[in-house]
C-alpha cells in the first residue's frame, strides 16, 4: 500500500475520538479490498500498543479487571459465568493522584495513564508478570483482595487491598471501573463484535486514544512516529 493510503488510514482513525470500523474506513479511502484495509489497521493497533509498552505507570495506581465480550462458534455450547467462553479476561491499569480542595477538604483522584492487557491465564503468575511490565517499583498498587493478588508487594513499593464491593468501586477503583465501562460500550457500539485473538489491538487503539485525550488535532502527529518507530 501507498504511503499516503497509510496516513490516511492514520488520519481517519486518529480524528475519531471512539473509533472507526474497517467498512467505513475502507469507504473513505475508496479501497477495493476490505480483508486489506481491516489488515491494515490492525497494523497500527499493534504499534501503538507497542508504543505505550515502553512506559511505566508510576505513583498511585490502581489495578482490577473486567470481562470483555468477545465472538464465539455458534456451534459451542456455552458455559454460564465468569468461566464461559463468551468473555475475556482483562487486567486494567489506571494511574491516578490524589487530590484535595484547600478550600473544602474533599478528596478525590484524577487519572492520568492507562493499561489494559489481556490475560491469558487467571492466576498469581500471570498477575505477577503484568505487574513487572506495566509497573514502576516504586508504586503505591490499589487492588481488591482477589487471591490472584497475593504476590504483588514483592514488585512494587506497596500493595493496599481493599474489599470488592459498590463503595471500592465508586472511590479506590473508580477509574479503572470507569474505564472498563467506557471500553465495553466503544468496541460494542463501533465494532459489535471482535474475536478474542484480537481483542488487544482494540483495547490498545482505545488506550493510546485515552492516554493522549487532551492532544486534540496534534493526536495525528503523534501517530505516525508510533507506528514507524522501530519496535524490535
Known amino acids: 500500500m501507498s504511503v499516503r493510503t497509510w496516513y490516511l488510514a492514520m488520519a481517519f482513525m486518529s480524528f475519531s475520538k471512539k473509533g472507526i470500523s474497517a467498512a467505513e474506513l475502507q469507504r473513505q479511502l475508496g479501497h477495493p479490498k476490505y480483508d486489506t484495509v481491516w489488515r491494515l489497521m490492525h497494523r497500527i493497533r499493534e504499534a501503538v500498543g507497542k ?4 512506559y511505566l505507570l508510576e505513583g498511585e495506581t490502581e489495578f482490577d479487571e473486567g470481562y470483555f465480550e468477545k465472538a464465539t462458534s455458534k456451534h459451542v455450547k456455552l458455559k454460564r459465568g465468569k468461566g464461559s467462553q463468551r468473555q475475556a479476561q482483562v487486567a486494567v491499569m489506571a494511574e491516578s493522584t490524589p487530590l484535595e480542595d484547600i478550600g473544602t477538604g474533599q478528596c478525590s483522584r484524577q487519572f492520568r495513564y492507562f ?3 489481556v490475560m491469558p491465564d487467571h ?4 498477575v505477577n508478570r503484568l505487574v513487572r511490565e506495566n509497573f514502576d517499583e516504586k508504586c503505591i498498587v490499589f487492588s481488591d483482595r ?3 493478588y497475593v504476590d504483588i508487594a514483592q514488585h512494587v513499593e506497596t500493595h493496599i487491598t481493599e474489599k470488592s464491593d459498590e463503595k471500592t468501586a465508586r472511590t479506590t477503583l473508580k477509574w479503572v471501573h470507569i474505564a472498563i465501562s467506557n ?3 466503544t468496541l460494542l457500539g463501533i465494532y459489535h463484535s471482535i474475536k478474542g485473538k484480537y481483542l488487544q489491538n482494540y483495547l490498545n487503539e482505545f488506550c493510546y486514544k485515552l492516554n493522549r ?3 486534540g488535532e496534534r493526536l495525528f502527529d503523534r501517530l505516525p512516529l508510533a507506528v514507524a518507530k522501530c519496535y524490535w
Do not use: G
Not at 508504543?51 to 515502553?54: F, G, K, S, V, Y
Not at 492466576?123 to 500471570?126: G, L, S
Open 146 to 148: 482477589s487471591t490472584s
Open 183 to 185: 471500553a465495553k460500550r
Open 123 to 126: 492466576d498469581a503468575e500471570t
Open 213 to 215: 485525550r487532551y492532544f
Open 51 to 54: 508504543r505505550d509498552a515502553l
Open 115 to 117: 493499561k489494559m492487557r
